[in-house]
């Protein structure tokens, strides 16, 4: 099993619906969360850190559920240029490293 | 700030061949690592330094892949004799110790390997 599990999509949308992303990971001692995004044939960026309340940046609203292991993204008034790849990430308590999920490709049509 | 600069961007070579990537992390990060993408695999971190020391090599995938971090400023990801299936995006990216395990990690714009 991957640590972290992402449906690889592509989700296709109209401009201005509503979208979410789920994400499952392995490791019940993950303890930071994170959404990167990565456009097509560049490298990925921090979109977001997932907290275990809950939070909310604009458009883009992260939730983590610690119980079911589970890591939403939802996306409010999709853009075109909200058009990438977005990667769930994880990281176990104490160590810098990363993991992964392969990504859910969002193609955001006018 | 520059960001984390990698070289070559783009590198074709022939089965057998050494192959070097470089990397010049963001000044003042104290880690850096380095990733490889696939399609089939995703993003997968081969190696991590911490202050140029080797903390986590477990996934450089065999003994033809090693890794080097001579300096703060500078880091070299090797593959000798390089093969088909090394053919991937190599990243290299830094972050810094400041706030625990919520530091962003910065990207370089990766280095497009293919193999023949």
């Known amino acids: 099993r991957k640590e972290v599990e992402q449906d690889p999509g592509p989700f296709n949308v109209p401009e201005g619906a509503t979208v979410a992303f789920n994400c499952t990971y392995s490791n019940s001692a993950s303890q930071s969360f994170f959404w990167y995004r990565q456009d097509c044939r560049k490298e990925p960026k921090l979109l977001m850190s997932?907290?275990?309340s809950g939070n909310e940046d604009g458009r883009f609203t992260a939730q983590l559920n610690r119980a079911s292991q589970y890591i939403s993204l939802l996306i409010r008034d999709s853009k075109l240029s909200d058009s990438a790849t977005y990667l769930c990430?994880?990281?176990?308590?104490?160590?810098?490293?990363?993991?992964f999920g392969t990504g859910t490709r969002l193609l955001v049509s006018p | 700030d520059a960001g984390v600069i990698q070289s070559p961007r783009h590198e074709v070579t022939e089965m057998g061949q050494e192959v070097t990537l470089r990397c010049k992390p963001i000044?003042?990060?104290?880690?850096l690592f380095w990733y490889r993408q696939t399609m089939m695999r995703g993003l997968e971190l081969l190696i991590y330094?911490?202050?140029?020391?080797?903390?986590?090599d477990s996934g450089m995938p065999e003994d033809r892949f090693s890794a080097k971090m001579p300096n703060a400023s500078f880091s070299t990801l090797k593959i000798q004799p390089s093969e088909p299936r090394d053919s991937a995006v190599y990243f290299c990216?830094?972050?810094?110790?400041?706030?625990?395990?919520?530091?962003?990690?910065?990207f370089g714009p990766g280095t497009r390997l293919t193999v023949l």
């Open positions: 330094f911490n202050n140029n020391v080797p903390i986590d």
């Open positions: 997932v907290y275990s």
């Open positions: 000044s003042g990060h104290d880690y």
């Open positions: 990216a830094s972050s810094s110790n400041t706030g625990g395990p919520r530091n962003e990690q910065f």
């Open positions: 990430v994880v990281n176990v308590a104490g160590f810098q490293k990363l993991v």
